[in-house]
C-alpha cells in the first residue's frame, strides 16, 4: 500500500476552476472520505490521483513515486465506480478474473483462480462465480464491481460513490464489508461520497472540499467536534446544525454573527421558551422541530417524549460555535 500525496493541485475545465490549489497528504493505509456537494471537486481529485485527469499545475505522489506524468496503468491503482461496469457477457468468475490477466501483470493461472477464490468468499458472492453478470442483483454487480478492484492489490484503491445506487439496507451491509477489507488489509482508500453517514462510519480522515477548495481535513470526530467555518459544521451531523443569529442568545463573542448548535449543544428544560413545532418518531431518536424567535431549529429529544406540535419548552446554548460574517470560525 501507499501514502498519496496531492501538491498544490490545480485543474480548470475551460472556464470552470474544479480544483484551487489542492494539496493534501493521504495516509498509508487509511480511509480517506472526501466530502462535498456536486461540484465541490471530489471527483476530479479522485480522476487525478487516477491518471484519468491531467492537473493544470501541481504535483501526485503515489507511494513516493511522482506519477503526475504516468498512464492510469503505471500508476497501480483500482477505481470502482459508481456505475457497475462489469462485462455482461462474462461470467462472475470472468469479470473477477479480468483485470489479473493484463499482459503488464503476467499472473500465472493457479494465483488467479486463488485470488479469485478468496475475493469472492470476502464478498460473499462464491455461489455466484458461475452466474452471468446479467443475472444478478444490483447489489451482487456491485460487489462484483468492487471485487474486481481488490483482486488487484493495487497501491490505492478509489471509489468514486460505488454505494448510491443502492438500497439501504444493502449500503449499510457493505460500509461494514468495506470498512472490514481495509481494516483487514490496511489497504488506502480513497473514497468520494454525498453521504455523511458512510462518512462517519467508515473514514479514518474526512476531506471536506468547496467549489474546489480543500477546507478542512481531520478525523470525522474532528471535523464534527471542531468544524473551522458554517460550511464544514454541515458537512457532517443529523440532524443538521442549525445556524443562527448571534445575537438570539446572551454572550456571544464580539465578532460573532451567528451561532452554530449541534443537538448535544442544546439543553433541554432551562433558558428561554420556545415552542415545538413538530415532532418526529425515528424509532432510535425523536427529532424536534422547534420555533424559537421566529427561526426554526431542530434537535433530539428521548424516544419516548410526550412532546407534541404547540407545546412549549425552554432551550439553553451549551458550548455552541460561533462564526463570523464570512461563516468562518471565531469561537
Not at 498519496?4 to 475551460?14: H, M, P, W
Not at 493495487?154 to 445506487?165: A, I, Q
Not at 442568545?249 to 448548535?261: D, V, Y
Amino acid at each position: 500500500m501507499a501514502e498519496v500525496v496531492l501538491d498544490r493541485i490545480t485543474k480548470s475545465f475551460g472556464q470552470t476552476l474544479a480544483l484551487d490549489d489542492v494539496s493534501l497528504t493521504i495516509p498509508d493505509g487509511a480511509f480517506v472520505v472526501l466530502l462535498g456537494p456536486t461540484g465541490a471537486g471530489k471527483t476530479t481529485v479522485l480522476r487525478s490521483v487516477a491518471g484519468l485527469e491531467q492537473p493544470d499545475s501541481g504535483t501526485v505522489q503515489i507511494g513516493g513515486t511522482t506519477v503526475t506524468d504516468l498512464t492510469p496503468a503505471q500508476r497501480n491503482v483500482a477505481m470502482v465506480f459508481q456505475q457497475y461496469s462489469l462485462y455482461p457477457h462474462m461470467s462472475v468468475r470472468e469479470n473477477l478474473a479480468f483485470p489479473l490477466k493484463s499482459p503488464l501483470l503476467k499472473t500465472p493461472p493457479e494465483q488467479i483462480a486463488r485470488k479469485v477464490a478468496e475475493v469472492a468468499e470476502t464478498l460473499r458472492i462464491s455461489h455466484k462465480l458461475d452466474n452471468k453478470a446479467t443475472a444478478l442483483s444490483g447489489g451482487e454487480m456491485q460487489r462484483v464491481s468492487i471485487g474486481r478492484a481488490l483482486v488487484r492489490n493495487p497501491s490505492v484503491y478509489l471509489m468514486d460513490e460505488p454505494l448510491s445506487s443502492l438500497d439501504a439496507k444493502l449500503r449499510a451491509d457493505l460500509r461494514v464489508e468495506l470498512k472490514n477489507i481495509q481494516s483487514q488489509s490496511g489497504a488506502t482508500f480513497l473514497y468520494v461520497t454525498h453521504d455523511q453517514i458512510e462518512a462517519m462510519t467508515m473514514a479514518t480522515h474526512v476531506g471536506v472540499l468547496d467549489h474546489g477548495r480543500l477546507v478542512q481535513f481531520g478525523t470525522p470526530r474532528e471535523i464534527y467536534e471542531n468544524p473551522v467555518s458554517i460550511y464544514a459544521a454541515s458537512r457532517l451531523g443529523q440532524p443538521r446544525i442549525n445556524v443562527l443569529p448571534a445575537t438570539l442568545f446572551a454572550g456571544a463573542p464580539a465578532r460573532a454573527k451567528s451561532i452554530g448548535l449541534r443537538p448535544e449543544q442544546i439543553r433541554q428544560g432551562e433558558g428561554d421558551e420556545s415552542t415545538v413545532k413538530r415532532v418526529e418518531h425515528l424509532g432510535d431518536q425523536t427529532r424536534l422541530h422547534l420555533s424559537f424567535r421566529n427561526h426554526d431549529l431542530i434537535t433530539v429529544t428521548d424516544a419516548h417524549t410526550t412532546l407534541s406540535a404547540g407545546d412549549t419548552l425552554r432551550i439553553l446554548p451549551v458550548d455552541p460555535f460561533y462564526f463570523d460574517a464570512s461563516g468562518a470560525r471565531v469561537y
